[in-house]
C-alpha cells in the first residue's frame, strides 16, 4: 500500500513538473532571440537591473508567481479576450486590465525616474514575458471558451485543449530545446526581414494575434484528435510568432534603455 502510495505521489509530481516545465519553452524562446538583438546601451542597463541574469532566465517569472495569490491581481495582465469580429479599439475593456494595457505599463514603470529598483525589476521580468504572451494567438482570443482553454482536444494520445496546444503542445512536440530554436531562429533572420517585423507598434502586434486566432478557432473540431500533420500546418506559424515575439521584445526594450 505504501509502495502504491510513494508510487502515485513520484507519477503525480513528474508529470505535474513536466507540465509547468512545457509552458515555459516558448517564453524562453522569446527571451533568447531577444537578448541577440538587444543594443549595446540596453544590455547594460538591463543586465544591472537583472543581476547578470539572461531574458530567457526570468521570462517565466510572471507564471511562476501565479502560485501566490497575493498576486493574482496580475492574473488578467497574461491575456486579452474580444470577439473575434471586433478589433481592439472598438472592444469593450476589461476593469482588470488585459496584456496591451499591462505592456503600456511595464513601459511606464521602466521609463519613470521615480520608480524604485525593485519595482523596475518586477515591471522588466514582466514586460519580457507579456511580449510572448501577446504573440500566443490564443492569448487575444475570445472569452466565451477563455482563449481555447475550453476546447477540450486530444494532442496524440493525450488529453488537452486548444490554448495549451498552442502553449506547450506544439512547440514541445518539436523537440528543440530553448537555446537551440532560438539560435535557429536567428540564424534564419535577414536584416530587411527584422526591419519589416519591428515596424508598427503593440497595439498592432496584438491584433495580429487576434486575427490568427480567428484562424486557429477554425482548425480544429471541439474533441478532434490533433496529430503529425496539425504540427506540419503549424510549426510554421509557431515559430513566426516566436521569432516576432523576441524581435519585437529587443524592439521595445532598446527603445526603452537608450
Ligand atoms: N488564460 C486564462 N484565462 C484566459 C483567457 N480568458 N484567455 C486567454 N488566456 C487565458
Ligand atoms: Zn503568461
Ligand atoms: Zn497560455
New binding site residues.
Given amino acids: 500500500m505504501r509502495a502504491l502510495f510513494l508510487f502515485l505521489l513520484a507519477f503525480t509530481m513528474t508529470t505535474t513538473n513536466a507540465n509547468t516545465l512545457w509552458g515555459k519553452k516558448g517564453h524562453r524562446v522569446t527571451g533568447h532571440v531577444a537578448e541577440h538583438y538587444l543594443s549595446k546601451k540596453a544590455k547594460k542597463q538591463i543586465d544591472k537591473l537583472l543581476a547578470g541574469h539572461s531574458l530567457a532566465f526570468v521570462s517565466t517569472y510572471a507564471d511562476e508567481i501565479k502560485s501566490d495569490r497575493s498576486y493574482s491581481k496580475y ?2 495582465w ?4 474580444y470577439p473575434l469580429d471586433v478589433h481592439y479599439h472598438d472592444a469593450e475593456k476589461s476593469d482588470l486590465g488585459d496584456v496591451y494595457t499591462a505592456i503600456e505599463k511595464c513601459k511606464r514603470v521602466l521609463l519613470d525616474n521615480n520608480a524604485t529598483e525593485a519595482d523596475k525589476v518586477f515591471h522588466l521580468k514582466f514586460l519580457v514575458h507579456l511580449v510572448g504572451d501577446m504573440h500566443q494567438p ?6 466565451a ?5 475550453d476546447i477540450q482536444v486530444r494532442w496524440f494520445n493525450e488529453g488537452s485543449n486548444l ?1 495549451k496546444v498552442w502553449d506547450t503542445n506544439l512547440i514541445e512536440s518539436y523537440g528543440m530545446s530553448f537555446h537551440e530554436l532560438g539560435d535557429e531562429l536567428i540564424r534564419t533572420t535577414s536584416k530587411a526581414q527584422k526591419k519589416a517585423i519591428e515596424s508598427g507598434a503593440v497595439l498592432d502586434w496584438m491584433e495580429e494575434s487576434h486575427s490568427l486566432a480567428a484562424e486557429i478557432y477554425g482548425s480544429v473540431n471541439s474533441g478532434e484528435k490533433l496529430k503529425y500533420s496539425y504540427s506540419y500546418q503549424y510549426n510554421p506559424v509557431m515559430f513566426d510568432r516566436l521569432k516576432k515575439g523576441g524581435i519585437r521584445l529587443a524592439k521595445i526594450l532598446n527603445d526603452l534603455f537608450k
Avoid: I, L
Fill in positions: 492574473g488578467p497574461h491575456y486579452v479576450n490564443m492569448h487575444a482570443g475570445r472569452a471558451d477563455k482563449g481555447g482553454n490554448h
